[in-house]
């Protein structure tokens, strides 16, 4: 299972090359792409064509927040106690790629930045 976030999906979605050519590498693959219920929310506020948001959906299943993410959020977050945290959607989107024991694909890698665990492909 590979996670997609929110920037390469829009890219993927206008056919910008690198985002192309990066997904085509996976899909139709044995890996299966996934977003997170965060991602949806992101990509649903966006992209107003409600068919485009149907078509994701067919193609990309979504994993939310369950208590095994939750969990890994709680310890994320306790990661940086004493220093300046990433945004909250970077620590949420990270906890349910790490308790899914997957990776992410992202253009933002700077934005997860610091949070142990997290696979980037």
Do not use: C, W
């Not at 409600?50 to 299943?61: Q, W």
């Not at 306790?78 to 990776?103: C, G, M, T």
Request: net charge negative; glycine share 4%.
């Amino acid at each position: 299972m590979i996670f997609l976030d929110t920037d390469i999906l829009i890219d993927y979605l206008e056919n910008v090359p690198s985002a192309v050519s990066k997904l085509d590498i996976y899909i139709g693959k044995d890996e299966k792409l996934v977003i997170t219920d965060l991602t949806l929310g992101e990509l649903a506020y966006i992209v107003q064509d409600r068919n485009i948001l149907e078509e994701i959906l067919e193609a990309f299943p979504v994993i939310g927040m369950d208590s095994k993410a939750s969990m890994e959020l709680v310890h994320i977050m306790k990661e940086f106690q004493f220093s300046q945290p990433p945004k909250f959607r970077y620590l949420y989107n990270a906890a349910i790629v790490i308790a899914n024991d997957s990776h992410l694909i992202t253009k933002n890698k700077q934005g997860y930045h610091n949070i142990s665990g997290l696979r980037f492909l």
